[in-house]
């Protein structure tokens, strides 16, 4: 019983703590703007629903994680993603980047993959979100939690710069080894701003 009472304190003090990670100073939700080569997409953060998948996202934009990497997946009507390989304008050559330990998934958070919502990309492991998102295009149900079956965390809404994520999901791709959609002419996330 003490065990378990332990763990439940442990676990309320990480939470606690990422989320104070999480929360700006003035209370309000926190915002960051993706600077990209097509324009600027401002972000407004949910700590409050996804306390640890906001405290991940943050930490990676403060340490400069983000700058010149490249938007990888672009597919019409449905997603782009980002966040995962940087990219050598030089030579025109993109690779993965070293990431941190995943993250817990908080899929059942209550938000929904709506349209324009941000969440965590993963792979088919639920607990496997590292620094990789994405910004849905329309409502993509079928990535929410579905009964047990988790789902790829919401943990912010685009508020700006909608028609910036549709320039860039119109923009033309191919399909190369490990890349189903990835832009022809590279769309770099020059950096995030977090205001």
């Not at 672009?74 to 993250?103: L, M, N």
């Not at 919401?154 to 028609?163: W, Y």
Request: overall charge neutral; charged content about 20%; proline content about 5%.
């Amino acid at each position: 019983m003490m065990k378990l009472i332990r763990l439940l304190l442990c676990a309320t003090l990480l939470t606690s703590s990422l989320y104070s990670l999480a929360e700006p100073a003035s209370g309000k939700d926190p915002q960051v703007i993706l600077h990209t080569s097509m324009g600027d997409i401002t972000i407004r953060l949910y700590p409050q629903k996804a306390p640890i998948t906001v405290a991940n996202f943050l930490d990676y934009a403060k340490s400069g994680f983000y700058n010149n990497t490249i938007f990888h997946r672009v597919k019409k009507r449905f997603v782009i993603q980002g966040g995962g390989f940087s990219y050598d304008a030089d030579t025109e050559e993109f690779e993965r980047k070293a990431v941190k330990d995943p993250i817990v998934n908080e899929s059942g958070n209550g938000l929904y993959n709506d349209r324009w919502t941000v969440a965590m990309a993963r792979t088919e492991e639920p607990d496997s979100a590292t620094s990789q998102f994405y910004i849905n295009l329309r409502m993509n149900s079928s990535l929410d939690k579905r009964g047990s079956k988790l789902g790829y965390a919401v943990f912010g809404e685009v508020i700006a710069g909608q028609h910036v994520a549709q320039s860039i999901s119109k923009q033309p791709t191919e399909a190369i080894p490990g890349f189903e959609n990835l832009p022809i002419k590279a769309i770099i996330l020059e950096s995030v701003e977090i205001l």
